[in-house]
């Protein structure tokens, strides 16, 4: 918990732009690809997106989530 409220608390605006780019890009491929947006995943992004998660915090929360989701379509 510390190390993600002094990651928010260091993110610039840079940092956050380039994030944001990061995930439109990643959100782009996913539609042209005819894949599901989870509300999940795009909360989880927010986070990302304006420092409340590490990169390394986002990508492991990510993977945990997307195999949840998909485990409770099955």
Do not use: C, P, W
Not at 6 to 19: C, D, S
């Amino acid at each position: 918990m510390k190390d993600t409220v002094k990651a928010y608390l260091l993110i610039g605006e840079e940092e956050k732009a380039r994030r944001k780019k990061s995930i439109d890009y990643a959100r782009a491929s996913v539609m042209l690809e005819g894949g599901v947006l989870y509300s999940e995943v795009e909360e989880l992004s927010h986070k990302y997106i304006n420092g409340e998660l590490s990169q390394e915090e986002f990508t492991q929360t990510g993977l945990e989530l997307i195999d949840r989701l998909y485990a409770d379509e099955q």
